[in-house]
């Protein structure tokens, strides 16, 4: 990355708010300028009205739940004549509840942002980095890539593709310059409770880990290039050696229960 060049951008997605948003001032803290990218264009221009402050910046409206997103956001960063050399695949969103009575329209949206456009972006945008020799990819996951869902069944697996996916292009791209870091933080303090209904009560709406804190651990994992970055330590502990030695079946028991605090 450039700090100060002005062909040289972070495009980032889901940036209008949570831990997009702090990813962005980071971004910004450093030097970089920015392309952020999200569905509320409102919410996107009062981010680049902060940023803007000390950084170029350019913002794309666009639905990425919608098919070809990932492609329309690609001929607006050329049109802008930008270069992206850091990618921050941020945007997604959950929902709750049995997977028998649930919206399959939403379920397949969070597919569409989670899943195919991260994927679609990824390679829109790799091409250009390996020709350089150098880039950084930062894909948001989540704890939950590690287990297995009971109740939020569709966004469990979603993370779980992100960590899988992230993991082999880590090792694919060994010594190409371009670093993949994979980001999985646990239940953070934003919308995602509202969105995706989970009770108030709940564990992971009752967090109290903050999206900014969240940000800055990201960030500077993906700047020294760390492969994977679990945030806090309980939450390494239980990824790198609890989950080894509990059996599946309890650990989806577990899960079960835990999610469904604060149904009705």
């Known amino acids: 990355m450039q700090p100060g060049s002005h062909q040289f951008f972070t495009l980032i997605t889901g940036a209008n708010s949570g831990i997009g948003l702090e990813l962005a001032r980071q971004a910004a803290a450093d030097g970089h300028d920015l392309i952020l990218v999200a569905r509320d264009v409102s919410r996107l221009e009062t981010a680049a009205d902060e940023l803007g402050r000390s950084v170029k910046v350019h913002i794309i409206a666009e639905n990425l739940s919608q098919p070809e997103a990932a492609e329309r956001v690609s001929v607006q960063v050329r049109a802008f004549g930008a270069e992206i050399d850091c990618l921050i695949n941020n945007a997604g969103f959950g929902d709750y509840g049995a997977f028998a009575a649930s919206d399959l329209a939403k379920q397949q949206r969070m597919i569409g942002v989670n899943i195919t456009s991260l994927t679609a972006l990824t390679r829109l945008f790799l091409s250009a980095m390996l020709a350089q020799g150098r880039g950084h990819i930062l894909n948001v996951a989540s704890v939950a890539g590690f287990l297995p869902g009971p109740l939020m069944s569709v966004y469990y697996a979603t993370k779980h593709y992100v960590l899988a996916f992230s993991e082999s292009l880590i090792e694919e791209l060994r010594g190409s310059g371009v670093k993949v870091t994979v980001l999985c933080p646990p239940p953070v303090s934003t919308a995602f409770s509202r ?61 079960h229960r835990m999610n469904a605090q604060g149904s009705h």
């Open 195 to 255: 969105t995706a209904r989970i009770a108030p009560e709940n564990y992971m709406a009752a967090t109290r880990t903050t999206p900014a804190e969240v940000a800055r651990y990201g960030y500077r994992m993906m700047k020294r290039g760390k492969p994977i970055a679990v945030y806090g330590f309980p939450y390494r502990f239980l990824t790198a050696f609890l989950l080894r030695v509990t059996p599946r079946f309890a650990l989806r028991r577990l899960l």
